[in-house]
């Protein structure tokens, strides 16, 4: 029997087209779709038998056809300040983390888009893990989906909501793997859907600059930059997609950044990296290279990982530097570190997975099913998070 299709991630009109080709009446599918919509993004049922208000015919229907399966949990860790780290996994070797960091006034949960990723930007983990694949819609919304279901989070059974805000800064260039980022998106900021507002969601790279434009036209959410060096010759050492996009033409898509105003700010993600770009020399042209840009900067005390090239800067070098940035304006510009001690922090992921040539990919999927053991998470082997 062919293997059922996912439900998760499919926009309204896919929706009904996969309906109608499960044989319901076209003229039922719109209003099926709004229905198994509520109840997968309102209710976050992960079993057509709870659809209780929906026929019993229709419920067997669906199950015959289709699942509402989400990434399955391969390990979740939780550090010492409350962040939560998921390793999941959607099939042999596809494996990918997704990190929920508490604070008082919200929860945002930091998503990958991709496994591995294509660039190398030195301080970071996942940049030494080759891209394996794109993520799909469905396993970019089944990150949020699985979060909601281990927080109790569903708005039909908790009331406030854990998950607030939604980061594009896990493991993945986003802007690498637009269309799929932009139909999850979609989907989560749909007030049908997940519902999160534009404004709570925020998408960063590396510095894709062709794409940031159209990112801002059709996704519309907030942007934060991988910034890290105000000089071409070291942001083209620590974040190499420099070389093809320099930072004058960073700069620029930035400044025509649709939808960026005072209200709606641009981030600009600093990483602290001793005797590296933390001089207060850089300071001062980092505040002189964002003028004129509706900016944010977060300075990101460097998160550590095994064989890392860099080490963090002094804690007084950070402050002699957040005072500078401070005097010009930008409020509270250090980010404090948050779940370090279980790798996920900033900087801090990576998945064990491999790309493999499709023939040992196969033969795998028919011999074992897992690629991870949890003695390999535990011992801090993987980690996690980039921009
Ligand atoms: S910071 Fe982002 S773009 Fe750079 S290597 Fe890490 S995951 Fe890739």
Redesign the pocket.
């Known amino acids: 029997m062919a293997e059922k299709r996912s439900l998760i991630g499919l926009d309204a009109a896919a929706m009904a087209a996969a309906l109608i080709a499960a044989g319901l009446p076209e003229k039922s599918a719109k209003m099926r779709v709004r229905q198994l919509w509520n109840w997968i993004y309102v209710h976050g049922a992960r079993d057509f038998a709870v659809m209780t208000n929906l026929a019993k015919d229709f419920r067997t229907q669906m199950a015959e056809h289709f699942t509402l399966a989400r990434p399955e949990i391969v390990t979740e860790q939780i550090s010492s300040d409350g962040t939560r780290k998921w390793l999941l996994r959607t099939g042999p070797g596809i494996e990918f983390e997704t990190v929920y960091i508490p604070e008082a006034e919200r929860g945002t949960l930091c998503v990958s888009s991709q496994v591995g ?1 294509t ?3 030195r301080f ?1 983990h ?2 030494t893990q080759k891209l394996v694949r794109n993520l799909t819609p469905a396993e970019i919304v089944g990150q949020l989906l699985v979060a909601r279901d281990a927080l109790n989070d569903w708005p039909s059974t908790a009331p406030g909501r854990k998950v607030t805000n939604v980061v594009m800064m896990g ?3 986003p802007l690498y793997n637009f269309d799929n980022v932009k139909a999850a998106l979609k989907i989560v900021t749909d007030g049908d859907g997940l519902a999160l507002s534009k404004r709570r969601v925020t998408l960063s790279t ?1 510095g894709v600059v062709p794409m940031i434009e159209k990112a801002g036209k059709e996704i519309g959410s907030g942007l934060a930059i ?1 910034l890290h060096a105000v000089r071409d010759e070291l942001r083209d050492e620590i ?1 190499p997609i420099n070389k093809k996009y320099p930072l004058k033409e960073l700069l620029d898509a930035c400044r025509a950044y649709p939808g960026a105003s005072n209200s709606r700010r641009i981030t600009f993600e600093y990483v602290m990296l001793m005797g590296v770009n933390d001089s207060l020399a850089d300071a001062r042209a980092l505040v002189k290279l964002l003028a004129g840009i509706p900016a944010k900067i977060n300075l990101i005390p460097f998160n550590p990982w095994p064989g890392a090239p860099y080490e963090c800067s002094e804690w007084s070098q950070i402050e002699k530097f957040a005072e500078i940035v401070n005097k010009a304006g930008y409020a509270s510009p250090v980010r404090t570190p948050r779940g370090r001690d279980i790798m996920a922090a900033c ?1 801090q992921l990576k998945s064990q997975s491999v790309k493999e040539r499709a023939s040992t990919r196969l033969a795998a999927e028919k011999l074992a099913p897992t690629s991870t053991s949890m003695n390999e998470v535990q011992s801090g082997q993987l980690a996690r998070m ?2």
């Open positions: 990723c660039l190398t930007c970071c996942t940049g493991m993945g260039e590396a991988s974040v900087g980039p921009h």
